[in-house]
């Protein structure tokens, strides 16, 4: 398995462009995850989704952040429009919930610089 | 909804020396309890859990120890060595929900060789 799958690795835009972030989970994994890293606030859950359907996007900063998975193999993030302070590393996370695979694994993540 | 606590921060120890990160959770629902390790740059790895039907696990030089009772947790490296600096999270699911994994916030591990 090559594991959860992210793309770009990294990403420079200038602020007001529209960025999209990739990510294919683990086959067989039902639960996707969106965290944000930066120093000050750490590792921050954004959104995350259970058999495709969104459960919980309280963590979404604003409007300018939406996320989507058409189907069990694909997500995206997307923020639009960027902001500097958007910059950090965004991370996707699969996770199954059968008995030999409850933890998470992480994606390489993206390193998003918006300047 | 659950609160992870993680302690401390930052945590310095001689090569060779034994290290230990404290967590302490909030919901009783709570039932799995993994260990990622961030190394710089790279992605958080997971690197031991355990099940709240079990009170202690080890593998090789780390070890984590459990207590449904008092709801905390704890990380154990023995011997550790430079290469076990990183920062470590510890985290916590209910695995009947399926809902998310909360984080702890962090403790940046230095091994001075």
């Known amino acids: 398995d090559a594991g959860v799958i992210q793309s770009p690795r990294h990403e420079v835009t200038e602020m007001g462009q529209e960025v999209t972030l990739r990510c294919k989970p683990i086959?067989?994994?039902?639960?996707l995850f969106w965290y944000r890293q930066t120093m000050m606030r750490g590792l921050e859950l954004l959104i995350y989704?259970?058999?495709?359907?969104?459960?919980?996007d309280s963590g979404m900063p604003e409007d300018r952040f939406s996320a989507k998975m058409p189907n069990a193999s694909f997500s995206t993030l997307k923020i639009q429009p960027s902001e500097p302070r958007d910059s950090a590393v965004y991370f996707c996370?699969?996770?199954?919930?059968?008995?030999?695979?409850?933890?998470?694994?992480f994606g390489s993540g993206t390193r998003l610089t918006v300047v | 909804g659950e609160n992870v606590e993680q302690h401390p921060s930052t945590l310095s120890v001689q090569e060779g020396d034994s290290a230990v990160i404290k967590c302490t959770y909030s919901?009783?629902?709570?039932?799995?309890f993994p260990w990622y390790k961030q190394e710089l740059g790279k992605r958080p790895q997971l690197i031991i859990d355990i099940r709240s039907n079990v009170g202690e696990k080890k593998d090789q030089r780390i070890a984590v120890t459990l207590n449904k009772t008092a709801k905390h947790f704890s990380l154990h490296i023995t011997e550790t060595q430079p290469e076990d600096s990183a920062v470590y999270f510890c985290a916590a699911r209910d695995l009947n929900t399926g809902n998310q994994f909360y984080f702890g916030t962090g403790t940046s591990l230095t091994v001075i060789p």
């Open positions: 996370a699969s996770s199954g919930l059968d008995r030999y695979r409850y933890g998470y694994t």
């Open positions: 989704f259970n058999n495709n359907v969104p459960i919980d």
């Open positions: 086959s067989g994994h039902n639960s």
């Open positions: 919901d009783s629902a709570s039932n799995y």
